[in-house]
């Protein structure tokens, strides 16, 4: 049991909310920094993510690089057709490069 105080205390999250847990507060400095442990990014995850957007670079290089002329002009002759051309051509190719796939989002707006 921690005794009453006045001030500023931290506790847990109730249920994964921003709310507090009152039952759930931290009685010492190491306890929340332990707890806090759980939340930060593994050195292997943000390893990870840097070789996914090193990976990534490579091949947009690699597809530009070997694009033809004729079709890289006529995806910049406007936003639509820059559009098109990403969607259409270099994102399905560099994800299959990279060994995902591609979804579509419409956005409104």
Same mark, same amino acid.
């Given at each position: 049991?921690?005794?009453p105080? &006045?001030?500023?205390?931290?506790?847990?999250?109730? %249920?994964?909310?921003?709310?507090?847990?009152?039952?759930?507060?931290?009685?010492?400095?190491?306890?929340?920094?332990?707890?806090?442990k759980?939340?930060?990014k593994?050195? %292997?995850?943000?390893?990870?993510? &840097?070789e996914?957007?090193?990976?990534?670079?490579?091949?947009?290089?690699?597809?530009?690089?070997?694009?033809?002329?004729?079709?890289?002009?006529?995806?910049?002759?406007?936003?639509?057709?820059r559009?098109?051309?990403?969607?259409?051509?270099?994102?399905?190719?560099?994800?299959?490069?990279?060994?995902?796939?591609?979804?579509?989002?419409?956005?409104?707006?």
């Open positions: 049991m921690i005794a105080f &006045v001030g500023i205390a931290f506790a847990k999250s109730k %249920n994964g909310t921003v709310i507090p847990d009152l039952k759930e507060v931290f009685s010492s400095k190491n306890d929340l920094q332990e707890y806090l759980e939340f930060t593994s050195e %292997n995850k943000v390893s990870e993510g &840097v996914l957007s090193r990976r990534f670079l490579s091949s947009f290089q690699n597809f530009i690089s070997n694009c033809e002329a004729q079709k890289l002009g006529r995806a910049f002759e406007s936003k639509p057709k559009t098109s051309f990403y969607r259409d051509l270099a994102m399905p190719a560099i994800a299959k490069d990279l060994g995902l796939v591609v979804s579509h989002i419409e956005a409104k707006r």
